[in-house]
């Protein structure tokens, strides 16, 4: 009831218990100010929450200019007379967060000026990262950052009996949440991986190396009664040598102890024998070693699944030693002893018959020949309208491998027949595939297996997290598969309490991308659906999106460069196209660039991602569409074909050739989507060849039946490859007459009234005084800088050092040298 009042509460003293960023929870009652009687002109319906630091309980400080304020608290809910006689109670719920502290301990401090309030409770928290166990690694307890954003790097320590090559690592989030892991933790040899632990291997069971996954029961003829065994020892008279790894069988010698000779030529021997008496397990093949007599240090080693063979090239009245010996499943059995055989000598009958030879084989294959030309002739006219006759026939001769099919069909065909099918008047040879859209399958999992390959998550080694994309983490790593060497890949993760259509969503790029083979098409290694996190393999490009490349290299490329990365571009969507697949969200941010500055064109997640993607900020019936980059037709009726997605690559070409300007600048999309479709195109880039800015406007043509083809465009961009003196011809700056300095733009926005406000509209207001001082006092006067080569001059050296021709906001292109200068900004 009195006036001027400042009431504070102050807590004791709280430990922050390491943590640099503390929550504090407030649970209060507030009285509405209208419910008292009088209406105080006092009555305040707030309170005041102050905090001060201090490293103990001895810093207390009073004074209240040193306290620092955190929030002024308002109700949501306030009570009235009424419900004091109703006992009604209305509690309020309020948070808020102090950081970062950097002493060991705070006061609260709460200030009432005049309320009518009830503090009920206080609660003070931080937030903290579990501790947790992942890959054989303990990770402790982790008191999050003293930011909302920070990300907190923890390395974890093996659990015992387990070791690592690389230490490993996880990132504790502001909100207590474990991100991706990075490296693992393996059970050392002897023991196994079970529930988070390592156990030790059983008698009779070996490890033979922390990267085996699990213990294994000793091989054939070998055993082991020790816990932790890393090899098995074999039984008496069985062996493994020195080189056999411990996966290996023991095995006891099988030698063959018949051979027998057959027929006897000039120039071959052939050989039986019978299985050996013991084999130890099934005999998969047997190997055959000889060589000349005293001949022993060279020698020829063939192998057979049958018991005969029949040497040849051999020397004719020679003598040759033979040894045999047969390999199951355990290995190699010994050698035979040495078989000694000789061939018969040349006769003078057979050097005749010998000299024949040539001669009859030329006779059998012109009659091959002429038979083959008739039987084309035959066949020719019912065969037309299949490209076939006797060019098919001799086809036939020269290529036996492929089997021809004209105008009729069998009722059995063989399995390569079965893949065998026309295309356009040509046959499509067996491994020719036509995009299946993952959707249409009932499970949408069975895509996934049917188009990628599963990678076992040991086989993955993740390094560091490069960046975030819709369902997760985007890290760069290493894949190690069976066999093969270990090299680098780019891993998307799905981040955890995923739903199931998420999950679909996500392995659907896999689906899609698992299908396609090319060399500028980003490649899929594999997908990790059996563990968690589940994982999208891919290879690693080193330079990463083409449009952020090519603004940190801002003309630092030839335009030979330019175009061989365009070409790669082009040669990748000609074959999508011919693979029957519309990407619809072609763009320079979706083409990766490697070291080698191959490009390869990638996202093929178009369903997810234009609903979140930045550029599709316009809507229309089915999802959100990529305005700047899409076709008229695409945008109006949904129609989504090659040829939209050649408009598409003329904008690509566009951005590439201005090293990654925005398309159509700062206009909005609903501004694009009008200029466009009253005809405006974008102008040519600064110093673009002529040949390359007329390819980007036959892409942009109205009628799409009337744009190139990405064959057709792949063959123009190889001639000008081939012939570098046509791209020297650049565009005439003077013929943009829609992009003058101070036309009217085609959206009709007018002209300026001074020259200072057209150079603050374009963010150039520092040079106002310049232009005024050089003569420039009227937009009249500053239009001569496009007709003018002298004006054009003086405004180069005006402004030259000046501005930055990579702004995001503008973009000002200069020739130094030549006409004049070009400004671009179509608002203008």
């Excluded at 008279?237 to 080189?243: C, D, G, K, L, Q």
């Excluded at 630092?556 to 061989?564: D, M, N, P, R």
Aim: charge should be neutral; proline fraction near 5%.
């Amino acid at each position: 009831m009195e006036q001027n009042q400042n009431n504070w509460l102050l807590t004791s003293w709280i430990s922050n218990e390491g943590a640099s960023r503390i929550f504090i929870e407030l649970k209060f009652t507030l009285r509405d100010c209208n419910s008292l009687p009088g209406g105080l002109g006092t009555c305040k319906e707030t309170f005041n929450v102050y905090y001060f630091e201090s490293d103990d309980a001895d810093g207390r400080n009073v004074k209240e200019n040193q306290y620092i304020k955190i929030d002024t608290i308002a109700a949501d809910e306030s009570f009235t007379e009424l419900d004091l006689g109703d006992r009604v109670m209305k509690l309020n719920t309020e948070i808020r967060d102090v950081g970062p502290l950097t002493k060991k301990g705070f006061y609260l401090a709460f200030q009432d000026v005049g309320a009518c309030i009830a503090l009920v409770s206080v609660r003070v928290y931080y937030k903290k990262c579990p501790s947790v166990i992942r890959n054989l690694a303990l990770f402790p307890d982790t008191i999050t950052g003293a930011d909302s954003s920070q990300l907190l790097e923890v390395s974890g320590s093996c659990v015992n009996h387990s070791v690592t090559d690389e230490p490993p690592k996880m990132h504790c989030s502001a909100e207590g949440e474990w991100l991706v892991p990075i490296g693992k933790c393996m059970c050392k040899a002897g023991y196994e991986e079970k529930n988070s632990t390592c156990q030790v291997c059983r008698p009779g069971f070996f490890k033979a190396s922390p990267q085996s996954p699990s213990c294994s029961k000793c091989p054939p003829h070998s055993y082991t009664h020790e816990e932790a065994s890393t090899s098995c020892l074999c039984e008496e008279h069985y062996f493994r040598r020195e080189s056999d790894p411990p996966t290996m069988a023991c095995t006891t010698p099988s030698p063959i102890s018949i051979v027998k000779k057959g027929k006897i030529a000039k120039n071959s021997i052939s050989l039986s024998w019978q299985e050996p008496d013991r084999p130890n397990g099934i005999i998969l093949e047997y190997e055959i070693k000889y060589f000349e007599k005293d001949q022993e240090t060279s020698y020829t080693i063939i192998k057979s699944k049958e018991t005969k063979i029949t040497v040849d090239g051999l020397k004719p009245a020679s003598t040759y030693i033979f040894q045999i010996r047969a390999r199951t499943a355990a290995g190699y059995g010994g050698f035979s002893r040495r078989f000694e055989f000789e061939t018969s000598p040349v006769s003078v009958a057979a050097s005749s018959d010998q000299s024949q030879i040539p001669i009859i084989a030329v006779s059998v294959t012109v009659g091959v020949i002429l038979l083959a030309v008739v039987i084309g002739f035959l066949l020719s006219g019912s065969c037309c309208d299949h490209g076939c006759g006797w060019a098919s026939s001799l086809r036939a001769v020269a290529y036996p491998s492929l089997i021809w099919r004209c105008g009729y069909s069998k009722a059995k065909q063989d399995p390569e027949e079965e893949k065998m099918h026309f295309h356009n008047g040509h046959i499509k040879l067996p491994g020719v595939r036509t995009y299946i859209d993952p959707h249409t399958y009932e499970d949408p999992n069975q895509a996934v297996h049917e188009f990628a390959k599963e990678i076992e998550a040991s086989c993955i080694t993740i390094e560091r997290v490069i960046g975030a994309g819709e369902f997760g983490e985007v890290c760069s790593g290493r894949l190690k598969l069976p066999g093969k060497r270990e090299f680098p890949v780019a891993i998307k993760t799905l981040k955890v309490g995923y739903t199931e259509k998420q999950r679909r969503d996500f392995l659907g790029e896999a689906s899609i991308m698992g299908q396609f083979d090319h060399p500028n098409i980003i490649h899929l290694e594999g997908v990790v659906t059996k563990s968690k996190p589940v994982m999208i393999v891919t290879e690693y490009m080193e330079n990463g999106s083409l449009d952020t490349f090519l603004k940190k290299n801002d003309g630092q490329f030839t335009v030979i460069q330019l175009v061989g990365m365009l070409r790669g571009i082009a040669s990748g969507m000609k074959y999508l196209s011919d693979m029957g697949y519309v990407h619809r969200d072609l763009a320079a941010r979706n083409i990766l660039i490697n070291s080698n500055l191959v490009c390869k064109v990638s996202d093929f997640g178009l369903s997810r991602v234009l609903e979140d993607d930045p550029e599709a900020a316009y809507t229309t019936r089915g999802g959100k569409i990529p305005i700047r980059w899409t076709a008229p037709e695409a945008i109006a009726f949904r129609k989504f074909t090659s040829a939209s997605d050649v408009w598409s690559y003329g904008i690509v070409m566009w951005e590439v050739v201005s090293y990654g300007e925005r398309p159509y600048w700062e206009m909005t999309n609903q501004d694009v989507i009008k200029a466009v479709e009253e005809g405006y195109r974008l102008p040519s880039p600064m110093d673009c060849p002529a040949a390359l800015y007329q390819l980007m406007l036959d892409c942009w043509q109205k009628d799409r039946n009337s744009r190139p083809k990405f064959d057709e465009i792949v063959s123009m961009l190889d001639k000008l490859i081939r012939n570098p003196s046509s791209l020297k011809t650049l565009v005439n700056a003077s013929s943009r007459v829609s992009n003058l300095l101070v036309e009217h733009s085609p959206l009709g926005s007018g002209a300026y009234r001074s020259v200072g406000e057209w150079l603050e509209a374009i963010k150039m207001g520092r040079y106002t005084e310049i232009f005024m001082e050089n003569g420039y006092s009227s937009m009249d006067a500053v239009a001569q800088v496009t007709l003018d080569s002298n004006s054009c001059k003086g405004m180069n050296h005006l402004v030259k050092g000046g501005a930055s021709p990579t702004s995001p906001c503008f973009r000002m292109d200069i020739r130094l040298e030549g006409s004049c200068a070009d400004w671009r900004r179509p608002a203008l």
